[in-house]
């Protein structure tokens, strides 16, 4: 019996801020965000859209599918919490009208919480495979405003059904692991948007690649050469081109630079112009490279890379099965996407600026987000979520 990923869907915000516009603003040439970060666009959520409505939107399609009562535990991984106790899955599982008998968790380590979220989902149906397991993860990536990351925002969740016999992706069991107590990345309780060493975050996130990578090597006896595709972690997609060629610079692979570059190249579509979206983003990273590789991918084995700072890392493997694209959400994510609506700067700031309400006063938001779910209210420190 294999274990692994049965479908997956992903959602982000119906609105996006041109990089090239920031760029104008900034008085900095485009080509440094398009090029040089390797990002066009950045998803902005709605004031009325958070990690609960964009979890609920991404799962809703699945759930539609399985039905609410064939889920037997909820797994929401996220580093954008809306409360310190209650789990933001909570919301989701009545949004989506999940069985009383579900159990549902929130799962933290920066980046990194959607992969332990699958690893255990995956031990969870391994257990009794007669379960599934829904992991969400969901996420919006928020910097002080004229910081260098400021452009590498972004926003969007991701949803996946953990079963047995999955259709898509079976995980391998074997994984290489990195953990070390340092601060490139950070976001203090009392803060909105997160701290960062950015330059040195980017060193730690390749020290990990390689430590994660090597403990995988000894724990699984693969070799670079076994992998054909590569999903890493993706704060800003050039971050992949640069940690594939050091992998590959490790592994003294025989193979020329656009030749790595193919390896990468169908996983960064959608989060290129959707931006980070921390937990979600490897796994968003996931559905570009399912739905756009030209290449039938049915047994293939894909690497899979996933870096939370702080930090821990994880290196995994897994193979595609035949018949994958006939479950796949193709037509559903290119539609959302293109029917996005670009911000001008101004419109960018006041989604930027929207407040966050903490007075326990009654504030109704209004109805901006196109998605089938929205968060209605904040009364008396209560977030009220309902369908649209
Ligand atoms: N045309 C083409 N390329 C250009 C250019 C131009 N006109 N101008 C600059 N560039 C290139 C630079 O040469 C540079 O390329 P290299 O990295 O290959 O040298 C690239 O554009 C970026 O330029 P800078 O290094 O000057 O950029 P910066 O210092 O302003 O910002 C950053 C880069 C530090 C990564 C910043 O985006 C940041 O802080 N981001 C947030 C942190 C982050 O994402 N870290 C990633 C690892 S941590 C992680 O993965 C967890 C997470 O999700 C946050």
New binding site residues.
Partial sequence: MSVGIDEISFYTSSYYFDLRTLAEVQN??????????GQEKMGMAAPDEDVVTMAANAALPLIERVGPDAVSTLMFATETGIDQSKAAGVYVHRLLGLNPNCRVVEMKQ??YSATAALQMACALVARDPSRKVLVIASDI?R?DLD???E??QGCGAVAMLISANPRLVEIDPEVGNHTEDVM??WRPNYRTT?L????Y??K??LKSLKRAWENFRVASGRRFDELSYFCY????T??AQ?AHQHLAKLNKASLNAEQIEDQIAPTLNYNRIIG?S?TA?MYIGLCSLLENCREDLAGQRIGFFS???GCVAEFYSGSVVAGYRDCLHVQRHRDMLEQRESLGYEEYLKLYHYPDFRDGEEHELPHVTRGRFRLAAISHHKREYVPC
Avoid at 28 to 37: H, L, Q, R, W
Avoid at 196 to 199: A, L, P, S, T
């Fill in positions: 900095t040439d485009p080509e440094k965000y398009y090029v040089g970060i920066a980046c990536a910097y910081t260098p990351g452009a590498t490139d990345f997160a960062v060493d950015g330059k975050s980017t730690i996130y972690h993706l704060p800003f050039r971050m640069k980070n921390y983003s870096y939370g700072s």
